[in-house]
């Protein structure tokens, strides 16, 4: 999974300034595009809490998730609920995507 848009633009200024973009040793290439997804997404959460995009993940009987705006202005609330923490991040990473592209 990739951020698209305005979103892949700024992650990778973000990857650049914060992760000084990590290098598989002699490769020339990102270790972002060695690891798994499910192993990026905490950096894309990184990402958009550094631009206020908060994304919490609920729990009571299965997964869902909420996005806010720098913490206090909820935007986003899933009712749906997923069977899988993966899953819930994925949907919620997409989502903050497609928020912060249109903003």
Request: aromatic share 14%; glycine share 4%; proline share 1%.
């Amino acid at each position: 999974m990739e951020l698209t848009g305005k979103a892949k633009e700024d992650f990778e200024k973000y990857i650049d300034t914060d992760y000084n973009n990590i290098e598989v040793r002699g490769s020339g290439c990102s270790i972002l595009e060695y690891l798994e997804d499910c192993m990026i997404y905490p950096i894309y959460i990184d990402f958009f809490d550094s631009v206020g995009l908060n994304i919490t993940l609920t729990l009571e009987f299965d997964y869902g998730y909420i996005i806010q705006e720098n913490r206090y202005d909820e935007i986003e609330e899933v009712k749906k609920w997923y069977n899988t923490r993966d899953e819930a991040t994925k949907e919620a990473i997409i989502k903050a995507n497609e928020i912060y592209n249109n903003l």
